[in-house]
């Protein structure tokens, strides 16, 4: 547990140094591939997520705690963003793996994973709708709210047209999973209590 700060600040120094270098890159010497498919930014960005869903499962196979549902929730919500960031068909992969890895098969078994995990929420409605109330105002959920506000900017600039925007959509991407990164580590560090009794 003591690595998973020194692990973030570390992610946390590459991204900022990336994002200085990138944006150099694109406005000083008008290179624009930092920002392309595979590249810098987009690589970076599934290094972050790795370390995001290595970070959330440290949680979900502590026995003691009461709220392995809610990080086992952000570690299929990590599998989820990790697989948009990763092409599959690009990867040289079997075709099994592709077949599940991305697409229709990639949604279907996401959906299942997050049917399985609301039916369980369902079970213990009470208890998981307090321990929901109680992670929205703590650090790791405040944390994720802002990661959330910075991947629907990246949605924005996917979507409005402007000089470099696909630049500033990555950027807000790599800064929305720095800040997951970090949420990740204070849930991992410090449990949410509900009120309620398990």
Known sequence: MKLLTPLALFIESAITIAIIWSSYSVFILQDFSVFGENHLLENLQALTLFAVLAVYLVPVFQSQRTDRLLCLFFVWLTVAFLLREIDMDELNLHAFIVKWGSGFGRNLWLAQAFAIMSILALMRLRFY????????????GIMAIKAGVLLIAGDICEKVAFTNQAFFEEVFELLAYAVLLRAATLLARHKIESKITA
């Open 129 to 140: 709708l307090d321990l929901a109330k109680q992670f929205l105002v703590s650090a790791p």
